[in-house]
C-alpha cells in the first residue's frame, strides 16, 4: 500500500506540544536554508546528523577617500556547517489499544512530543555552547544588561534570551524579576518575561559551570601558547594555555588581553573576545569553534584598534577567566542570528505515514503493524537543520 500524508489527532497532538516548547529553536530564528533543503530526506545515521554547509557573504572594509584605486574589496564568502538532525520517539502498543484506551492521545502523543522536542533541543543547544563572540558573567541581572546592551550597540534587531531556569530563581531570592510579557497561550510556554529589551525564555538545557578557586589561580598567571584548527573536525580549534593543569570545564570562557569582538560587520566593540570551551578541557589545551583570522572570512576579533589578527598573534598574551564560583548559564541573541528548518519529506516504507506541522515544527508519524506479535509500532520523527549562523549577533552569560 502506497504511503499517504494527512493529519491525524495523535499526530497534531504531537506536533503542537512540539510546537510549544520549541522556543530555543523557533523564537527569533530565520529559514536561510528552506530553498536549499527542497529534495533532502532524513538526517544522518542513528545517532549522527548529516553536515550541511551554505554561505553567507560578509561584507569589504570602511575606507575614507573617494580614490577608488587599491579599494576594491572582493565579497567575502563564509560556509556555516550545520546539522540535519532526525530526532525521533517510538511507541509500541498492543492491536486493541486505540480502542479500549480512550485517553491513548493525553497518555502517549502528547507526553511523547514533549520527550521529542526536549531530544532535540538538548541536542542543538549542546552543539550551540562556544557559537558566541561574547560572554558576560557576574550577579543579579548585570550580565543580562551587559549582553542586551552590547547587542543593541551592534544591530537593530529584536533581541531573545533563553536561560537557564535557576537564573530566574536565584534573581527571585535576591528581590529581583523579570517584566511580565504577554503571548499567545500556545507559545507561553517557557516564556518568563522581559528584561532590557530582551525577551526572555527559560532553556533547562544550558549548561551549568563550576570554576574552582586553582583554576582561577593557574589562569591568572597563564599567557597563550598558540591557537590551531582542529585536523579532526574542521567546526572546533585548540587553545593552549601555558601553566594550566587545572580542568577547565566545558562553558568557560577565556578572555586574552588585547583581543576584543568585532560587531555584524566586521568592526571592532569594546567587548572582549570569548573563548569557550566546548568540552572539558585539561592541560590547558581548550577545545573551542574554530576562529576565522586575518584573511579567512568573517572578522569576529581584532586588536585594540580593530585591526585583523593572525593566529599567531596571541602568543605570550595573557589570559584571564571569571572569578571562582557556581554559575547558571543562558545566551542571548539577535533576531536572526539563529537557522530553523524541519523537513517536510521522509523516507519510510512503511504503509501508514502521518504528518503534521505546527509553527515551523513538522511531525513525522510512521506506524507499523505486527500481526504476529499482535503489536502497534508508532514512530514520531522531527528532523531539524539548525543551529547559530551568527556567533557575533549572540552573547553568553553566566550568572551566580
Known sequence: MANTFNTNTKTELVALRAAESAGYLTVGSKSYCRDQLVGKRNGGQAGKGKSYEFVIRDTGKFVEGPDLTGQINDVTERAVRLELYDGAVPVQTNLIE????????????QPNGQKLINGIV????????????????GSGFVPLAKASAHLKSIADENIYGFIDPMIQAVLASNG????????????????????????????RFMPAVSISDALVSQIGSATVSSY?????????????????????????????????ATDTVGDKTSAKRAFIAVADSANGAVKVRKVNFSGEGTKTLCDANGNELEASDLAGKKVSCPEAGDYFTGIVRIDGAMEFDTLDKLDTSNAETKV??????????????????????TRWDCVALAGIVEDRGVAYVMVK
Open 98 to 109: 486505540g480502542v479500549t484506551d480512550v485517553e491513548w492521545d493525553k497518555e502517549v502523543a
Open 122 to 137: 538538548k541536542h542543538f543547544t549542546e552543539s550551540d555552547l562556544g557559537k558566541q563572540c561574547t560572554a558576560f558573567v
Open 176 to 203: 529581583q524579576q523579570f517584566v511580565a510579557v504577554g503571548a499567545p497561550e500556545m507559545y507561553k510556554s517557557g516564556l518568563i518575561g522581559e528584561f532590557h529589551g530582551a525577551e526572555y525564555r527559560a532553556s
Open 228 to 260: 590551531a584548527d582542529d585536523v579532526s573536525d574542521p567546526t572546533l580549534g585548540t587553545l593552549t594555555l601555558s601553566g594550566v593543569t587545572e580542568v577547565i570545564p566545558a562553558g568557560t570562557p577565556i578572555w586574552i588581553e588585547g583581543v576584543y
Open 356 to 377: 503534521a506541522s505546527i509553527n515551523g515544527v513538522t511531525v513525522h508519524e510512521n506506524r507499523a503493524i505486527d500481526n504476529i506479535k499482535g503489536q502497534n509500532i
